[in-house]
């Protein structure tokens, strides 16, 4: 990301808190991480899916945004739909939630002095009243981030690969194994970003090699390590 994001913890268990402002004229691609965003843009609020690629928002007239990013597995029982319904899409809120509850959250936010927090109140006060989210997909997600094997992850819950490839479209919005290259590849970003050159991030986050990360990087994030970087 690029200087004008900033990001902290939640109160709501997992997610993150952010907000970006872009300069007019820039183009700022946003990386699959398996997660899911509540956005406030252009005073509407918006539901971003999982990508399975790099997403380049629409338009380069810049401005503020803000949003809450949920960790995978954990925005679907909130949001009360599946994930793979949201996958690769960004949809207005009121597509999900009742028109005139979205109304009023709207006011609400475009009201507030600080709309990233009043997305989190938001979040908090819906989670107060819906089921948590699947606490073996949670586990999963935990298993595959650590750079265990699909197979691995799925013996150590205790499900066939049939049944958590479908109980994995329901909370991530893809298959384990997609789940998995994304969040090694977000592993690897986060190593060069701390200054481990390529052909030690590659294997330290799980590639086989530098050639293996920068094929990942391509079919990912349709760019290539230095353009990423340089670019954020």
């Known amino acids: 990301m690029g200087d004008g994001y900033e990001e902290r913890a939640s109160r709501l268990d997992g997610a993150k808190v952010w907000t970006l402002t872009v300069p007019r004229g820039s183009v ?11 956005l406030w843009i252009g005073g509407r609020l918006l539901v971003a899916g999982p990508d399975t690629h790099a997403e380049t928002p629409a338009g380069s ?22 994930a793979h319904e949201l996958r690769d899409r960004r949809i207005a809120l009121a597509g999900l939630w009742p028109e005139a509850e979205v109304r009023e959250l709207t006011e609400r936010v ?3 002095a600080d709309p990233a927090t009043a997305l ?3 979040a908090l006060h819906r989670a107060a009243g819906t089921a948590p ?4 997909m949670r ?12 197979a691995d ?17 329901a909370a991530f919005g893809y298959g384990p194994k997609t789940l998995a290259r994304i969040l090694r590849l977000q592993r690897a970003l986060a190593l060069v970003r701390s200054g481990m050159p390529y052909a030690e991030a590659a294997p330290a986050a799980g590639c086989a090699d530098q050639a293996h990360l920068a094929r ?6 349709g760019t290539t390590l230095t353009g990423y970087l340089a670019g954020s």
């Open 216 to 221: 990942e990087m391509r079919e990912l994030a």
């Open 153 to 169: 992850t799925a013996r150590s819950v205790g499900l066939g690969a049939r049944q958590l490839h479908r109980r994995s479209l």
């Open 110 to 112: 475009a009201e507030a």
């Open 61 to 82: 007239d810049g401005g503020s945004y803000a949003g809450l990013r949920f960790a995978p597995g954990t925005a679907p029982a909130l949001l009360g739909v599946p």
């Open 133 to 136: 989210p699947d606490p073996a």
């Open 139 to 150: 586990f999963v997600a935990g298993q595959l981030d650590s750079g265990r094997s699909v």
């Open 28 to 38: 700022h691609p946003v990386l699959p991480d398996g997660c899911m965003d509540l």
């Open 120 to 122: 989190e109140e938001i």
